[in-house]
């Protein structure tokens, strides 16, 4: 009889203690669901998890959030319309994805303007307000801004005059209109394609030249397809993560302020170490064998002017379809105000 007793007892505890689990387990009241092309593993989706917990934490377990990495949601386009068909509520998205709710916010991008992180980052910041509030007016609350980095040129060839380019099978992902103006400015006709097909249209030859940061090469493994790499960088692509307002006003409001005052910081790391995964990526694909193509600024100043020229008249080919020319102005204005109190600003190239 004192066994038998003591055998309830032992399962009435377990079963309380199961109870206790399962209230520590509890799911949030609201699950905001995210997607990102960006690699499981990464340092963005360590601080991601870490950004979760402090968002149950500091509202009770009243909010959470749960994010699918690596692009198994899909495209940046197939996590907007699932966004739009209520399957998912948000996303962390690069220039191109954002591009497709508020095309303005490439302004930050175009190619061959900003020299190195510091003049990105101190346009960006005075440009955040502006482009915050033009994602609201479109249904969409930005939770936080992050630097994907600077992006460099990959090729099986080195690419050492216009030609060359011309004769290259680009790849430009599908629907990218700021790239599709840079292309046509140069005479280059690329293949459009969604970024999750590009190593599968590497294997096949379908493209034999792309775009990417030097972590991003690394991460999703296309340096394995490439034998070179430009010294200098094109543009810095920028990120965002983003929630629809349908989810976010189901959100308390008080609750709402402690997500909007969260976030910043941890969205801020994850930008600020993206230049460190660079600068390690870099010499991960120099001891892989990717060799890079060097340029002498004397030597081929000519072919830097033609760069830069048909780029300035690619963005100005721009003004009306993708940002206005107050727009435009203001970005080449602050970004000049910052050259005139740092005359020392140099190009973030590879050495």
């Given at each position: 009889m004192i066994k038998k007793l003591f055998f309830i007892g032992c399962l009435i505890f377990a079963s309380l203690l199961g109870g206790n689990a399962a209230i520590a387990e509890k799911s949030p009241d609201i699950m905001i669901k995210l997607a990102t092309i960006a690699p499981r593993g990464s340092y963005i989706m360590n601080r991601m998890n870490e950004l979760n917990d402090e968002i149950k934490a500091r509202t009770d377990n009243a909010v959470g959030i749960k994010i699918y990495y690596g692009g198994v949601q899909g495209d940046e386009k197939d996590v907007l319309r699932k966004?739009?068909?209520?399957?998912?509520?948000?996303?962390?998205?690069?220039?191109?994805?954002?591009?497709?709710?508020?095309?303005?916010?490439?302004?930050?991008?175009?190619?061959?303007?900003?020299?190195n992180y510091e003049e990105v980052e101190y346009?960006?910041?005075?440009?955040e307000p502006l482009m915050?509030?033009?994602?609201?007016?479109?249904?969409?609350?930005?939770?936080?801004?992050?630097?994907?980095?600077?992006?460099y040129n990959f090729s099986k060839v080195p690419i050492t005059s216009i030609e060359v380019a011309r004769s290259q099978k680009w790849w430009m992902?599908?629907?990218?209109?700021?790239?599709?103006?840079?292309?046509?400015?140069?005479?280059?006709?690329?293949v459009p394609l969604s970024f999750t097909d590009v190593m599968t249209s590497l294997s096949t030859k379908l493209i034999d030249t792309?775009?990417?940061?030097?972590?991003?090469?690394?991460?999703?493994?296309?340096?394995?397809?490439?034998?070179?790499?430009?010294?200098?960088?094109?543009?810095?692509?920028?990120?965002?993560?983003?929630?629809?307002?349908?989810?976010?006003n189901k959100i308390a409001p008080e609750h709402q302020q402690i997500i909007l005052d969260i976030c910043p910081s941890y969205f801020d790391q994850i930008g600020k170490h993206v230049r460190q995964q660079d600068r390690e990526s870099i010499e991960i694909l120099k001891k892989s064998g990717i060799?890079?193509?060097?340029?002498?600024?004397?030597?081929?100043?000519?072919q830097f002017?033609?760069?830069?020229?048909?780029s300035r008249k690619a963005r100005e080919n721009l003004v009306?379809?993708?940002?206005?020319?107050?727009?435009?102005?203001?970005?080449?204005?602050?970004?000049?105000?910052?050259?005139?109190?740092h005359p020392n600003s140099t190009v973030e190239r590879i050495r």
């Open positions: 966004i739009r068909l209520g399957q998912l509520h948000g996303g962390t998205f690069t220039g191109h994805g954002l591009a497709q709710i508020v095309p303005s916010v490439r302004v930050s991008e175009l190619p061959y303007v900003f020299r346009v960006r910041e005075r440009l915050n509030e033009r994602f609201k007016e479109e249904g969409y609350i930005v939770l936080g801004w992050n630097e994907v980095g600077f992006v992902w599908k629907g990218d209109q700021l790239s599709k103006a840079m292309y046509d400015a140069f005479g280059i006709t690329p792309a775009s990417i940061t030097p972590y991003g090469a690394v991460a999703y493994r296309w340096n394995e397809r490439f034998n070179y790499m430009s010294e200098y960088p094109t543009t810095n692509v920028v990120g965002a993560t983003i929630v629809n307002k349908r989810i976010w060799e890079i193509v060097t340029f002498d600024s004397e030597k081929d100043r000519e002017e033609f760069i830069f020229d048909t009306g379809e993708m940002y206005s020319r107050e727009l435009l102005e203001k970005t080449l204005s602050l970004l000049e105000t910052y050259r005139n109190n």
